[in-house]
């Protein structure tokens, strides 16, 4: 070497003795290609040992066509993985003073869960420094047990370039340069490292030590992405798992792809690098499943990530949260039978989805007499939601806009077909209720020129109605204008008379004045109410200088009392 102070294994100074040529590993986009398994750019040999598997276990481009090939030859693995980690604990504790055995990363995530350990079997071994074959021969014993050496592939490699590109590779090389430091050997007596992989990670193996040197990768289908994406993960490849999950990006996405990329290992799904795919991928579901009801048989049978990526969304086309709220009531029933379970996956994953403020209080009542959630928890989210319904609208916008970075947004409104309303009932001394409505400007402008908006139910006497907004032509047919309507659910024959009155906060007071009075009796299915509620053309209505919008809200009041 030119300088011995200089670091062989440090890319901040890595520099090849071969042919005095300094390679600036420090740029993470430099192609090396011309390097690869070239023996004048290189100082070291990798040995690769491929172990035996079943054809059943294979995930390469060979025996995977599909995303639904890998996803259920990657399960097979894991009872496979399973198998062998039953080996694994008493072999590494019997390997020689001489044998190293460098196992996955220490900053890997490890939660004991063997489903996110599948890819444990391979391990990085530094091969004897004197000959000695003795060490060697208790792995060999392992393998034999576990599974046999069927191929070996030997590659010249550069040592500065592999651990530029992953902290695995550093590491391993950093041990090597310690070993060799320690025990007073030359650097020639030490070159050959050994890694031992299965027979289904060679060609993702393979394309990934290509992908360090060139920054390209020769995989183009998803499987075989998914597969160099593993192994990225697994040697701490992050420039390729930012290129794999931008690739798999650029691909048609479909149902099965979306709930694949949601299922992959922790360790994977953990990784900055592949966030942006995840993003895409619950982007995608909520966007083809916003419609629900419409999509109910189909996505009552996705699992718990599609699930969560749906719920999560702002957008989802609903009649109101009442219908989330059963959506995934009937979900959970479905998914986890045993009530122990169920309550359990409520609690910790599905109930913060649930916008529990934004539901009716007449369900919510519900829900505290609801077996399927822990009273303590059902109560904290009724007692919350109530609080947030009493508070001023301000203060609800307050507490909406503060929800931007959580992920379950519970006191963000989403965009129901039925708008929200809040409800006083009164028992004595006469049977009534106050109903308030607010509708945002960009509502009322959606309604131009015949189109309309209903509120979420509420009762009164056991008596469901409605409120119903429009934008009519007046009497005369002359001008479009405001009106408002109130309606009674159909329930067979039943009458019910009321008197109810209509008011909406004006400027300049911004007090609530009363606009209409009437009285009804009600048969089922019948509204009343009045067409040109404030007495103005539409236009002035929504002029900028309007008096009923207050900081962009139209607030509105109906009460409603039977008449005995």
Not at 140 to 146: A, G, L
Not at 470 to 498: I, P, R, W
């Amino acid at each position: 070497m030119k300088d011995s102070n200089l670091d062989l294994f440090d890319p901040r100074t890595a520099v090849m003795d071969s042919s005095d040529y300094t390679i600036e590993v420090a740029r993470g986009d430099a192609d090396f290609g011309f390097a690869f398994n070239d023996s004048n750019f290189s100082d070291r040999i990798l040995r690769i040992e491929i172990i035996s598997e079943s054809a059943e276990t294979r995930t390469d481009g060979e025996g995977c066509t599909s995303l639904a090939d890998w996803d259920r030859n990657r399960k097979r693995r894991r009872e496979d993985i399973k198998r062998e980690n039953a080996f694994t604990a008493v072999d590494m504790a019997a390997a020689g003073p001489e044998e190293q055995i460098l196992n996955q990363p220490d900053n890997i995530p490890d939660d004991g869960d063997t489903e996110n350990q599948e890819e444990e079997a391979a391990a990085m071994i530094e091969e004897p420094q004197s000959g000695d074959e003795g060490a060697n021969d208790v792995d060999s014993n392992w393998s034999m047990e576990c599974s046999t050496v069927v191929k070996v592939k030997t590659l010249h490699i550069s040592s500065p370039i592999l651990a530029a590109k992953s902290p695995f590779f550093y590491k391993v090389n950093l041990n090597v340069h310690m070993e060799l430091f320690s025990n007073g050997m030359r650097e020639s007596e030490q070159r050959h490292v050994t890694l031992r992989i299965n027979a289904s990670e060679e060609t993702a193996l393979m394309d990934l030590l290509n992908f360090m040197y060139s920054n390209t990768l020769t995989a183009a289908t998803a499987p075989a992405l998914l597969d160099v994406l593993m192994a990225a993960d697994k040697f701490e490849v992050a420039s390729c798992m930012r290129y794999c999950s931008r690739s798999l990006r650029n691909l048609p996405m479909t149902p099965e792809s979306a709930l694949l990329y949601l299922d992959l290992p922790s360790s994977v799904l953990m990784a900055e690098a592949v966030q942006p795919l995840t993003d895409a991928a619950k982007q995608f579901l909520a966007v083809r499943y916003k419609d629900i009801t419409k999509y109910q048989d189909e996505v009552l049978n996705l699992p718990l990530a599609g699930v969560e990526a749906i719920l999560s969304s702002d957008d989802l086309q609903v009649a109101s949260e009442d219908a989330v709220y059963d959506f995934v009531l009937k979900w959970s029933r479905i998914q986890y039978p045993k009530v122990e379970e169920r309550r359990e996956i409520l609690a910790t994953r599905l109930a913060q989805y649930i916008r529990f403020p934004y539901m009716t209080c007449r369900k919510l009542r519900k829900v505290m007499a609801c077996n399927d959630f822990d009273h303590d928890f059902a109560q904290k989210v009724v007692v919350e939601a109530l609080f947030f319904k009493a508070e001023a609208p301000h203060r609800q916008r307050s507490l909406a806009a503060d929800e931007n970075p959580n992920p379950n947004r519970r006191f963000v409104e989403r965009a129901y077909k039925y708008r929200p309303v809040k409800v006083v009932e009164f028992e004595l001394p006469r049977q009534q209720c106050v109903v308030y409505l607010d509708l945002k400007r960009e509502e009322c402008t959606n309604l131009f020129p015949s189109g309309r908006v209903y509120s979420q139910a509420f009762h009164l006497g056991g008596q469901g109605f409605f409120l119903s907004a429009h934008c009519n032509m007046d009497q005369q047919s002359s001008f479009h204008c405001f009106g408002l309507f109130l309606g009674m659910q159909e329930k067979g024959s039943v009458t019910f008379a009321v008197d109810y009155e209509f008011a909406a906060r004006s400027k300049p007071t911004e007090e609530y004045i009363s606009k209409y009075k009437g009285n009804y009796t009600f048969t089922g299915g019948k509204a009343v109410g009045y067409r040109n509620l404030f007495a103005i053309p539409w236009t002035s209505f929504m002029a900028e200088d309007s008096l009923y919008f207050i900081n962009g809200i139209l607030h509105l009041r109906a009460e409603l009392t039977i008449r005995h």
